[in-house]
């Protein structure tokens, strides 16, 4: 099965291996595969070896460098944490891609930080800024004060926290006490 150019997909779709073409707007590569993210047209460009699918409704909702972002913290393992992206701020409009991301120990706070574990946890919902796009893979910052943790649970007994400073949040059932990197936007 091969796809051609003006050819219909849905979001998912096959349009070639990954050995043949490269991911263009509105594609993505999944294990091997150049997939659709996005229902459109098929625009396949043999020079480029790039494959891109055209969307009718305004094009592709992809990210660009400086777009804040809301994602869930998927792993926290050594120098960086791993984000799953599910939003952009300020659109309901879905994303044209499964967007994963990773922030960098020196990418979260202006200070230092001794350990990622002080400023996320699996499972915290975060707000943070795209400072580098490959395909569907990014790097965040959260540096600035209304990106960080905007919603935790606790590691004891899973209760929501409430922040209590910009490095602290507070388990108001088991009074337990955590670290993160506190977002201004924090939602409690
Ligand atoms: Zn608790």
Redesign the pocket.
């Known amino acids: 099965m091969k796809v051609e150019s003006g050819d219909f997909v849905m979001p998912g779709d096959f349009l070639s291996v990954s050995e043949e073409f490269l991911p263009g707007p509105g594609a993505y590569e999944d294990d091997g595969s150049v997939k659709s993210g996005v229902p459109g047209n098929v625009f396949v460009d043999n020079g480029e070896k790039e494959i891109s699918v055209i969307s009718k409704s305004g094009g592709p909702n992809l990210l660009k460098v400086g777009d804040i972002v809301y994602g869930e913290v998927k792993d926290v393992r050594g120098q960086r944490a791993l984000i799953s992206v599910y939003a952009k701020k300020g659109t309901d409009r879905q994303l044209a891609l499964p967007y994963m991301a990773a922030i960098h120990i020196s990418q979260v706070t202006p200070g230092y930080i001794d350990k990622l574990t002080d400023a996320f946890r699996i499972g915290d919902l975060i707000e943070a800024k795209v400072v580098k796009i490959m395909g569907d893979n990014l790097d965040l910052n959260t540096e600035d004060i209304t990106s960080g943790v905007v919603k935790a649970?606790?590691?004891?007994?899973?209760?929501f926290?409430e922040p209590r400073t910009e490095s602290e949040v507070y388990?108001?059932?088991?009074?337990?006490k955590e670290k993160r990197k506190v977002s201004k936007n924090y939602d409690y």
Do not use: G, I, S, Y
């Open positions: 649970m606790c590691t004891r007994c899973r209760a926290m388990c108001p059932v088991c009074n337990r």
